[in-house]
């Protein structure tokens, strides 16, 4: 299959998921190895202190964003058997009407990592301010 | 866009209705004592909570034990650091249970545990931010 159709249905998959749905969140660029989503405030994902995106969200987008980031690398026969773990790093409130979070795969294998930014999304002065940094393993097996 | 309170800073049963709650599927909760627990059932159609549901329950389920730890004082700064390690995947309906390790003056420490049936799944920790309260 053409690497960009393939893009095409695992973004039209992921994006179908309730879970998706319900926070937000849409895939705004894709490529091998690489994601960038991007998540709207709403009536969901806004359980934090002072009116912040929870915290528990937050980890949960990056892991969103880590399993489709391993998606696009993933031949056939392949799939991501579970997380293994995912660590994050509160660094300033979430609190802007768009979270974007990118997704850049660092190591591809057995035991496959990624880095996560979350980052302020609208323009303003605040643009671009990291919001929490990730890191999620995941471990993936090969379909016999 | 919505205004809505701080879901955690309602009671268990109108935490509950909070969309958050419902679209991981926590209920059941009990806190006190720098401690919380609670149940994470599965969405519609499944047959247990996924690691996506899992790793914002947990950190839903700290706050709510950080919660029970500060004092009139004091006030919830938000999630530090959260930490999770799955060993395998959930099985049925899971229980989350999370207690306070260790304090010092801005922060809490807390460890977790996510269990099924079958035993430990997950476990982790989590540093929980507080400050002094701001006066008004």
New interface residues.
């Given amino acids: 299959m053409m690497l960009a159709t393939r893009f095409d249905e695992l973004v039209r998959n992921w994006e179908a998921r ?2 998706l749905r ?2 937000g969140i849409t895939v705004r660029e894709i490529e091998s190895g690489r994601v960038v989503l991007a998540m709207e ?12 995106i ?4 937050q ?2 987008y990056a ?2 964003a880590a399993h489709i980031a391993i998606g696009t690398l993933l031949d056939d026969g392949a799939r991501i058997d ?9 660094v300033y ?1 979430a609190t802007s ?1 768009w979270t974007m979070a990118e997704a850049q795969v660092l190591r591809h294998g057995r035991l496959t990592v990624v880095d996560v930014d979350l980052r302020v999304g609208e323009a303003g002065e605040d643009e671009g301010r990291m919001n929490a940094k990730a890191r999620v393993t995941c471990a993936l097996v090969r379909e016999r | ?4 309170s ?3 800073e309602n009671s268990p049963e109108q935490a509950e209705q ?3 709650y419902q ?2 599927g926590l209920a059941n909760e009990c806190t006190g004592g720098g401690r919380a627990t609670c149940e994470v059932r599965a ?1 519609a159609g499944e047959t247990a909570p ?4 899992l ?6 389920l700290v ?1 709510q034990a950080a919660r029970t730890t500060v004092t009139p004082q004091e ?12 060993t ?2 959930a099985v049925g309906t899971v229980q989350v249970e999370a207690h306070e390790v260790g304090r010092v003056t801005t922060m809490r420490v807390l460890e977790f545990t996510v269990s099924d049936a079958d035993g430990t799944l997950a476990f982790g920790r989590s540093t929980y931010a507080v400050r002094a309260r701001s006066r008004r």
């Fill in positions: 309730p879970l319900e926070l405030r709403n009536g969901t994902n806004v359980a934090g202190v002072r009116d912040s929870n915290g528990g969200v980890a949960t892991e969103l579970r997380t293994q773990d995912v660590s994050v790093s509160y409130s009407l | 866009m919505t205004e809505i701080d879901p955690l909070h969309p958050l679209l991981v969405a996924s690691s996506f549901a790793t914002t329950a947990v950190d839903v706050v006030e919830l700064n938000g999630t530090a650091e959260l930490n999770v390690t799955y395998r995947p």
